[in-house]
């Protein structure tokens, strides 16, 4: 049974520009949670996907949005890309209710 | 609002010793504490999951404790390794569909 997988692993973006992160979930879980990490912090949530819908999201602007599809994959979009937003971005995966998994993350670079 | 802090940000110990690392948390109401490792660059491993009705969790060298009534946990390690070195990292949830909430990590370093 595969982990959690995200995609690409690395990306570099110029500022501005437009960017779409993909994680799959493992197996059977149909939560995904997505979480910013910078350099040096400890991951940081952004929000999370239950049967397609937003279920929670943190303090993070109008430019991050999301999509959960029927199965259960999610993406990851973030607009208008600031230097700022350069980070390993995080995929975490869960049966309701339970403990969540992590996927490898995908690092940002914006220059 | 939860706050998660870990202390020290970063330690460096010789091969064999054991370590303490520390966690708290400013609300006692949580779901449950876990611990997790991350190397440079990776993604994060679950070491130990707590609920907030156990004591202490143990696998191996590892050994986490938590007491919510302080609103602490702590991790140790025994006979460290350098295999060991990484960045831990202390997170709580508040309840069972909650976002996790992390702590901003300790990087540890074991020198051979």
């Known amino acids: 049974d595969a982990g959690v997988t995200q995609s690409p692993t690395h990306l570099i973006k110029t500022r501005g520009q437009q960017v779409t992160l993909r994680c799959s979930p493992k197996?059977?879980?149909?939560?995904v949670s997505w979480y910013q990490q910078a350099l040096g912090q400890g991951p940081q949530f952004i929000f999370q996907?239950?049967?397609?819908?937003?279920?929670q999201r943190g303090n993070f602007p109008d430019r991050f949005s999301g999509h959960q599809f029927p199965n259960y994959s999610s993406e990851l979009n973030v607009n208008a890309l600031l230097l700022g937003d350069s980070a390993l971005y995080l995929c975490?995966?869960?049966?309701?209710?339970?403990?969540?998994?992590f996927g490898p993350g995908t690092r940002l670079t914006v220059t | 609002k939860q706050e998660v802090t870990q202390i020290p940000a970063a330690l460096s110990v010789p091969e064999g010793e054991n370590l303490v690392l520390n966690c708290s948390f400013t609300?006692?109401?949580?779901?449950?504490l876990q611990w997790f490792r991350q190397d440079p660059g990776k993604g994060l491993t679950s070491l130990l999951l707590?609920?907030?009705?156990?004591r202490e969790q143990t696998s191996g060298r590892l050994n986490a404790s938590l007491d919510k009534s302080s609103g602490r946990s702590t991790l140790y390690i025994a006979a460290s390794q350098p295999g060991d070195s990484a960045t831990y990292l202390c997170?709580?949830?508040?309840?069972?569909?909650?976002?996790?909430?992390f702590g901003p990590g300790t990087s540890l370093s074991v020198i051979p």
């Open positions: 975490a995966s869960s049966p309701t209710g339970a403990e969540q998994y």
């Open positions: 197996s059977g879980h149909d939560t």
């Open positions: 996907y239950y049967e397609e819908e937003e279920r």
């Open positions: 609300d006692s109401a949580i779901y449950n």
């Open positions: 707590i609920q907030s009705s156990q």
């Open positions: 997170a709580v949830r508040e309840t069972s569909y909650d976002k996790v909430i």
